[in-house]
């Protein structure tokens, strides 16, 4: 054997020995495929204990959670006497990009036939079956509105199998909220409530229900988005979730990793699998007092509409402010109206708060007392104003169809309807017989839109047939005229802010477009 042969058996035989020596030493341990960090030292290395908090990389356990939530979730039976389905109502948003229902359960209840009196079977008892969670020992419970509206008997199932009647406390249609009781009790199970605030995006969560009549069910999923709009606009604040809801999981709670209930599980998408919808925890623990106290929320209304002060509105309008909340319309009637407040109004500032966008504002006030005065600061035409006004209270949502404007056909006389355009829209003179079919409050006076057309800057903005084009860049547009003479000046790259009256709505919006090049 020649001696670099010996020297790299030497070699490989010293390597070989000190392998086996370090693994019998527990130098070397063999490793393991783990969901994340070793929970031992991971407090330890971002300075956050593991129990108190979880830190980026955590694993987590949802055993734990569930085995001390759970005896605090239960099972709500809610029988109407024949007053058909309770439905939350969804025509408060136009047009919306998905349908949204409430996950409740409500069914007439099964026979063993169908045989019956005619009475039974026209104007049935229902039953729905829905969920929610005991915030205090003596048995008040958190859960939806559309849960428990209008129902005659409400039956409670506590995790240890008792049955017991509840009563309505109080309710918000406006939140989905409801607080119901069951009396009687002491030493419950609770539910320990957390902040929604902190939440974000990507963060685990775990879901508990009721879904089907599978009570106490477990889903888990993340945070899939926070702040979603479904149904009102200026109030909704959804938490989006992919841990799996389903009919009777509404009034639940949804749990962070922590073990805090950080939502009240409320809606999901019937168009697909995985979409789900919250109500924030904190909504529901700012008007607690007021529905024990009350049984219903009074807030504050101004009656005006309003939108964001973003890049294309400001360049289109030239503002000379980047933030704020801009005014639309102005309800007739309304406070808003009785202030002096007008269309193109920017409020910048509540009671000298600063408001970066519309939806501060509209939380700012609605968190107000009905009867109180507050102080707008605004800018008008470029100057700076400041208007005091007092508030009344929040109408009552809606809760009919919503009403149904007539939309006119496309007229076969054209020479008094302008082309297509830069915009992507037909536009005619409006008579006094489609204002009248359309309803429109007088005086009202633009262009009837006819026409949009597909995939064109207008389409993409939300611009409808049958809407009335009021105004382009605060140029009033009477006649199909006027609406040539200011879009014949416009280049392609040009925003456009649009002026535009929706009659199904009843309501004045502006939406900006950008002018392309056609």
């Known amino acids: 054997m020649s001696r670099r042969s010996t020297f790299v058996t ?3 035989t010293a390597a070989v020995a000190f392998l086996v020596g370090t693994i019998f030493a527990g130098g070397i341990t063999r490793s393991a495929v783990v969901a994340g960090p070793d929970l031992k030292n991971a407090g330890r290395r971002s ?15 949802f055993a734990d959670v569930v085995d001390r939530i759970n005896p605090a979730v239960v099972s709500i039976d809610a029988t109407s006497k024949g007053r058909g389905a309770r439905r939350r109502n969804r025509t408060d948003a136009p047009d919306p990009p998905d349908i949204f229902d409430p996950p409740f359960d409500f069914t007439p209840p099964r026979r063993d036939n169908d045989r019956g009196d005619r009475n039974d079977r026209t104007d049935p008892t229902r039953r729905g079956a829905g969920t929610g969670f005991i915030i205090d020992a003596d048995g008040s419970i958190l859960t939806n509105h559309h849960v428990i509206d209008r129902a005659d008997r409400i039956t409670v199932k506590l995790s240890d199998g008792r049955s017991l009647r509840a009563h309505v406390i109080g309710s918000d249609q406006d939140t ?27 963060e685990w969560v775990c879901a508990i229900g009721n879904p089907l009549g599978y009570e106490h069910s477990v889903t888990v999923g993340v945070v899939s988005f926070l702040g979603r709009k479904l149904f009102d606009a200026s109030l909704d604040n959804y938490i989006q979730t992919d841990a799996a809801i389903n009919f009777g999981n509404s009034g639940g709670p949804l749990i962070n990793a922590r073990g805090e209930v950080i939502g009240i599980n409320a809606a999901i998408s019937s168009r697909a699998s995985g979409i789900g919808f919250a109500v924030p925890i904190n909504g529901a623990t700012a008007i607690l007092e007021l529905l024990r106290s009350r049984g219903r929320v009074s807030r504050g209304y101004i009656g005006i509409t309003l939108r964001d002060v973003d890049a294309d509105v400001r360049t289109s309008l030239k503002l000379t402010v980047g933030r704020g909340a801009l005014v639309q319309d102005v309800n007739e009637g309304s406070p808003g109206e009785r202030a002096g407040l007008r269309a193109y109004d920017t409020i910048v500032a509540l009671d000298d708060r600063p408001m970066a966008n519309d939806d501060q504002l509209i939380h700012e006030i609605a968190s107000r007392a009905p009867g109180s005065a507050v102080r707008l600061r605004l800018i008008r035409d470029g100057r700076e104003e400041a208007v005091m006004v007092k508030l009344a209270e929040r109408p009552a949502r809606d809760t009919g169809e919503a009403r149904g404007g007539s939309t ?18 037909l536009v005619r003179d ?27 800057s207008s389409f993409d903005a939300g611009v409808e047939r049958g809407v009335v084009l009021l105004e382009i860049n605060r140029e009033h547009v009477e006649s199909t005229a006027d609406y ?18 929706f009659p199904d709505l009843e309501q004045r919006k502006l939406v900006t477009v950008r002018v392309e090049d056609r």
């Open 47 to 61: 300075g956050v204990h593991p129990a108190a908090g979880l830190p980026s990389g955590t694993s987590v356990n």
């Open 430 to 456: 409006l008579d006094r017989q489609t204002a009248n079919r359309l309803d429109l409050p007088r005086p009202l006076r633009g262009v009837l839109v006819t026409r949009v057309e597909p995939m064109s």
């Open 408 to 425: 006119p056909s496309t007229p076969a006389d054209r020479s008094k309807a302008d082309q297509d355009g830069p915009l992507g829209l």
């Open 176 to 202: 989905d909220i409801a607080l119901i009781k069951i009396d009687g009790q002491s030493g419950l199970p609770v539910a320990p409530l957390g902040d929604s605030s902190s939440l974000r995006m990507g």
């Open 484 to 501: 040539r003479r200011l879009t014949r000046a416009v280049h392609p790259g040009d925003v456009l802010a649009l002026y535009i009256y």
């Open 10 to 12: 030497l070699t490989l």
